[in-house]
T-cell receptor, first 114, second 110 residues
Framework: DTGVSQNPRHKITKRGQNVTFRCDPISEHNRLYWYRQTLGQGPEFLTYFQNEAQLEKSRLLSDRFSAERPKGSFSTLEIQRTEQGDSAMYLC????????????FGDGTRLSIL | RKEVEQDPGPFNVPEGATVAFNCTYSNSASQSFFWYRQDCRKEPKLLMSVYSSGNEDGRFTAQLNRASQYISLLIRDSKLSDSATYLCVGELDSNYQLIWGAGTKLIIKP
């Protein structure tokens, strides 16, 4: 399967712990996006990369969130000192750059904070 | 005003009927639009791109109205399996970043 891969699929942790998620994009895609989604809402943009460069980060994203894409391939999203409000589905997507380039999503990581 | 707006629904439609929903966007310079389908607790999946001249894929037709800044999705001969949330997506800025609507929930009833 050459689609976008995310792991873990589920993460349950206690409030205050740090968590890290991984995303492996489609290999020929140079753009990688992280989104958060809660029930009944569309995906909420968090940040995105073009190759290894992080081009934009949502103003809504607190400094507890950090993302990296060190070699322009896979990416990690880390949340430090998790809070109950961080419980959500975290989605990763990748795409080529340019007009009419759709994003392709991984299965997501569902985070539950106890 | 939200960048991309959709009626959240739900639209309750009998099987076999035709259903249409619209999505409005605020960035008049947007070039790229898409419809995605999302099943409950699953990731969004690309349904179709939306082209200026309108395009069709089987029972699905997408249209773009630049003058009124909306896109539409028409589903003919609806199936039970069409029940899902349909997300409208538009290009945010010249960096080709996309912005998402909150989705329209569609329920097809037997």
């Amino acid at each position: 399967d050459t689609g976008v891969s995310q792991n873990p699929r589920h993460k349950i942790t206690k409030r205050g712990q740090n968590v890290t998620f991984r995303c492996d994009p489609i290999s020929e895609h140079n753009r990688l996006y992280w989104y958060r989604q809660t029930l009944g809402q569309g995906p909420e943009f968090l940040t995105y990369f073009q190759n290894e460069a992080q081009l934009e980060k949502s103003r809504l994203l607190s400094d507890r969130f950090s993302a990296e894409r060190p070699k322009g391939s896979f990416s990690t999203l880390e949340i430090q000192r998790t809070e109950q409000g961080d419980s959500a589905m975290y989605l990763c997507a990748s795409s080529r750059t340019g007009v009419n380039q759709p994003q392709h999503f991984g299965d997501g990581t569902r985070l539950s904070i106890l | 005003r939200k960048e991309v707006e959709q009626d959240p629904g739900p639209f309750n439609v009998p099987e076999g009927a035709t259903v249409a929903f619209n999505c409005t966007y605020s960035n008049s310079a947007s070039q790229s639009f898409f419809w995605y389908r999302q099943d409950c607790r699953k990731e969004p999946k690309l349904l179709m791109s939306v082209y200026s001249s309108g395009n069709e894929d089987g029972r699905f037709t997408a249209q773009l109205n630049r003058a009124s800044q909306y896109i539409s999705l028409l589903i003919r001969d609806s199936k039970l399996s069409d029940s899902a949330t349909y997300l409208c997506v538009g290009e945010l800025d010249s960096n080709y970043q996309l912005i998402w609507g909150a989705g329209t929930k569609l329920i097809i009833k037997p």
